[in-house]
């Protein structure tokens, strides 16, 4: 388990966020709306991820911010086997190109994916976000 949250840490000082485990799990996916809503250079994304039962792995996540035609634009998250709990990260606008993204409405959303299937994603929950201009 240490070794899990110090790879997801890993994880996330790379891709420029924060993240934080809050309280206990809750009992299915859960992605509360970002705040602020519209944003400018930051937003805070607060995620859930249900207990899977005893002896079973984590399931691989992934936080996306997709366009409205469903195009990934960004990967927020990435985790293999996360662990379960609330968790909160802080998204600051960047896209897969390195970039800011462009003002408009994009939409996060929480995915579960199988390691030989990673671009094939089942989208649990989503939320729609707005980027106002820089």
């Known amino acids: 388990m240490r070794y899990a949250l110090a790879v997801i840490g890993c994880i996330m000082l790379l891709a420029g966020c924060r993240q934080e485990i809050e309280n206990a799990p809750p009992p299915t996916y859960v992605l509360h709306q970002n705040r602020p809503n519209p944003f400018r250079d930051s937003t805070t994304v607060e995620y859930g991820i249900p207990y899977l ?61 199988d390691l030989s299937l990673l671009d094939a994603a089942d989208t649990e929950v989503a939320a729609r976000i707005a980027i106002f201009k820089q």
């Open 53 to 113: 039962g005893s002896g079973a792995a984590g399931p691989n996540v992934r936080l996306a911010v997709v366009d409205r035609f469903g195009r990934r634009q960004a990967t927020i998250v990435t985790s293999v086997n996360h662990p379960a709990g609330m968790f909160t990260v802080s998204y600051h606008g960047i896209g897969l190109n390195g970039r800011k993204l462009e003002m408009g409405i994009y939409y996060i959303e929480l995915q579960t994916y």
